[in-house]
């Protein structure tokens, strides 16, 4: 898988395979072909009738192990683009908290269900709890979206370092002036713990981090979708990144029906007390046409806010329009 858009065309053109049986959990069989799967739900074709999306949750056992050798080839289509899910209302973390696996040469490591979180600072488990539910709600809600974005069943953990100062930061791979960042070479996010709002003082922490949850929302999902997909266009990753970090959460769960008004609270969330300009629109082929380069110089140009406020209205576009699913 290159990018959800490469997957989105392969889907499209696979054929449809034989159509054999399938029981519900309650006892009903039909018959129909298996089109696509993603990591919740499958897309089954009766014959002589258009497509249906299944929840894998409403099929027995044997049927989804079936489906799940199915899905095994990469391959294989997550979606069939003119029959998606329904819009899935909310999606919440894996249940279970983090907790404390050890300690080397002052380097703290912690464990949730798919994350590992390093940290060169000793943290509170309830902080470090917190950070998980974040990571692992932003999991959730990937998958959930029915927009063919992953498959689900990862075998290994994703990594998360946390930086007590910029020298260690800088030094992993860290963007200077940035409170996270996602290094795409060692496919770890990287943390610096006092831009997140966690400093240490005369060996008091103070955790402060509340108001910028966004950036780990934001870096989690660029480092989610390279793991499932590798390099996406900028303006694919950003846009859904920024999507995600404007999508109202809290305490382990994104609510994701009607995303307006908090897409409306993010953009406005760098406005100091006053300021009335409106947004600076991009033009999106100039968006389309960016690459790293370009958005480190713009970077230094100071021109962020207003990439990241558009990256953020065309992930809100390309999710909903009018309150409506859009895939263009």
């Not at 488990?125 to 959730?140: C, D, G, I, P």
Request: with cysteine; net charge positive; aromatic share 10%.
């Amino acid at each position: 898988m290159k990018s959800f858009l490469v997957m989105v065309c392969i889907a499209a053109m696979f054929a449809v395979e034989s159509a054999c049986a399938w029981t519900t959990r309650d006892g009903r069989t039909f018959d129909a072909a298996l089109s696509a799967v993603d990591g919740l739900r499958a897309t089954l074709t009766p014959p002589d009738k258009p497509p249906m999306v299944v929840p894998l949750t409403n099929l027995v056992p044997a049927d989804v192990a079936v489906i799940r050798a199915w899905r095994a080839d990469w391959r294989k289509p997550l979606i069939v683009p003119t029959c998606l899910a329904p819009w899935p209302a909310q999606a919440a973390a894996a249940a279970g908290d983090a907790r404390l696996c050890g300690e080397d040469a002052g380097v703290f490591t912690y464990e949730s269900t798919n994350f590992r979180i390093t940290s060169d600072l000793k943290l509170p488990l309830v902080a470090v709890n917190e950070f998980a539910m974040v990571f692992e709600a932003t999991r959730a809600a990937l998958i959930a979206m029915p927009l063919g974005l992953h498959a689900g069943g990862e075998r290994e953990r994703y990594t998360v370092a946390m930086f007590r100062e910029s020298g260690g930061y800088d030094n992993a791979g860290g963007v200077g002036g940035s409170g996270g960042y996602y290094e795409g070479h060692s496919r770890r996010m990287l943390v610096l713990l006092p831009n997140l709002g966690i400093t240490e003082k005369a060996a008091t922490l103070r955790l402060d981090y509340a108001r910028n949850i966004f950036i780990l929302k934001h870096e989690v999902t660029h480092q989610l979708l390279d793991r499932w997909h590798g390099r996406m266009p900028m303006w694919v990753s950003e846009g859904i990144a920024e999507f995600v970090a404007s999508l109202p959460y809290a305490h382990g769960r994104y609510t994701l029906k009607n995303p307006g008004p908090g897409m409306r609270d993010y953009l406005l969330k760098w406005r100091t007390s006053g300021t009335t300009s409106g947004i600076r629109l991009i033009p999106p082929a100039r968006l389309m046409a960016m690459r790293p380069d370009d958005w480190k110089s713009a970077l230094s140009q100071k021109d962020a806010y207003d990439l990241y406020s558009v990256w953020e209205k065309m992930g809100h576009f390309f999710g909903f329009g009018n309150g409506e699913l859009y895939v263009r």
